[in-house]
């Protein structure tokens, strides 16, 4: 999906994920908290599903993206190759821009 | 703040590999939810069932199959939700369970 | 496998480092016909409200019932054999899937493609999220605690035990299910493409080839 007005982020950004210590129905998971990954694709806006989970249905809709992680930045030493890739969708709020250090090959 | 649900990385043993029936009884709480989620009712969104199940609490959620704790957490937000209560439920349930019993029964001999 | 397996810890911290689940929760005849027993009241329970009526759910019972396998099967044998519905299936698989057809219920369908050199496997750590309005329900390993929590983190390994050994010259990418996006394993064509038709070539086309779990 192409990126719309609005948008804070594009393709081949640099995002943190963020742990917002929100207790309730989030739907990021703890392994991602904190890493640092690559946007690879816009996937639009939808509602946001913690406030979905308490029946809150009026908005506002929240950009998604699909974020890109490295199994080393995740797990430290893995046993993963190194060109293996984790991929993931996640909501902008959880989303903080990083300044790239090192282009992604 | 790390639901018990939230288990990617965690570690884990075999995966199970056998194929299992999707039971009737199984189908209909997917379908009642469906029903219950649809654009005519909006009673329980899939999210709102998913908070469900994420606040049984750990030892719930470890001993219940996937579509019971579905069926659990349905129960669990009618309720909170005053949609249903607890009180017509159990009689409900008393209610086919003697029918049930009855037919076993009956069945048998 | 079977039902009650209590975790030893009781702290409210859940040290999930000592944790380990049980791979699947299956429910034993007693359970099953606790749950038969329970929804069915549920059911009447809402019914008596107005909820709800029987042929509605029978009706869904049905349309559930439906998607499967054959669908996805479908849609990759016209991938293999049309580029042009290949590209936009790639770009947009919602509207791509539809376009044959096959009604979609999820927000988005982002199609991943096999290659010699990339191998794509899917997984929803958080629950069991899955493109069921195409394919169905998801198996009961798909589901379990199991894969659930190994996928994202050893896949490699997850793949031997499904008898798939990736060579360290392919990039195997996880994609972990948990918004709103489903996916679908584009896999790759048989060399022998040409020689087949739709319906031979639908017939090669296996549930475990559109998770990712075989190659």
């Known amino acids: 999906m192409s990126r719309q007005d609005g948008c804070r982020f594009k393709v081949n950004d640099c995002v943190e994920i963020l742990d917002l210590g929100k207790a309730g129905h989030v739907r990021i998971p703890f392994y991602v908290r904190g890493k640092i990954g690559l946007i690879i694709q816009y996937c639009g806006r939808y509602l946001n599903p913690e406030d979905l989970a308490v029946g809150k249905t009026s908005g506002p809709t929240i950009d998604l993206y699909r974020v890109q992680f490295n199994h080393s930045e995740l797990w430290g030493v893995s046993e993963n190759l190194s060109q293996d890739r984790l991929v993931i969708e996640i909501y902008d709020h959880w989303l903080k821009p990083i300044e790239k250090i090192v282009e992604e090959s | ?109 | 496998m079977t039902k009650g397996n209590d975790h030893d810890h009781d702290h409210h911290d859940h040290d999930h480092s000592e944790v380990e689940h049980e791979a699947l929760v299956i429910e034993d005849d007693v359970g099953n016909i606790e749950g038969q027993i329970m929804i069915d009241a549920l059911q009447s329970v809402l019914i008596s409200r107005g909820l709800l009526t029987a042929p509605e759910v029978t009706k869904e019972i049905q349309q559930l019932e439906s998607p499967g396998i054959h669908l996805g099967a479908k849609v990759v044998v016209k991938a293999w054999t049309d580029p042009g519905y290949k590209a936009r299936l790639l770009s947009n698989g919602k509207s791509a899937i539809q376009e044959i057809g096959i009604s979609v219920g999820e927000a988005q369908i982002v199609v991943v493609e096999n290659t010699p050199t990339v191998h794509n496997l899917i997984t929803c750590t958080l629950c069991s999220c899955y493109p069921r309005s195409i394919l169905g329900q998801p198996p009961s390993w798909y589901i379990s605690k199991a894969y659930r929590a190994r996928t994202v983190r050893e896949p490699r390994k997850v793949l031997e035990e499904f008898g798939v050994t990736l060579s360290k010259e392919i990039q195997l990418i996880v994609h972990d299910s948990n918004a709103d996006m489903r996916y679908l394993v584009l896999p790759e064509p048989p060399a022998n493409l040409s020689a087949m038709d739709a319906t031979k070539l639908e017939a090669t086309i296996g549930r475990d080839d559109l998770i990712g779990v075989s190659r």
Not at chain 2, 16 to 29: G, R, V
Not at chain 2, 75 to 97: C, F, M, N, P, Q
């Open chain 2, 1 to 109: 703040m790390r639901g018990y649900h939230d288990i990617g990385g965690d570690t884990a043993g075999e995966i199970p590999q056998q194929e299992l029936p999707w039971l009737h009884w199984e189908k209909q709480t997917e379908a009642i939810r469906n029903l219950l989620g649809d654009g005519t009712r909006r009673i329980i969104s899939l999210d709102e069932m998913r908070r469900g199940f994420e606040s049984f609490g750990a030892e719930k959620y470890g001993k219940h199959s996937f579509y019971r704790r579905r069926l659990e957490s349905m129960i669990d937000i009618l309720i909170e939700k005053g949609v249903i209560s607890s009180r017509e439920l159990e009689h409900a349930v008393k209610e086919k369970k003697r029918v049930w019993d009855e037919n076993s029964k009956a069945g048998i001999e």
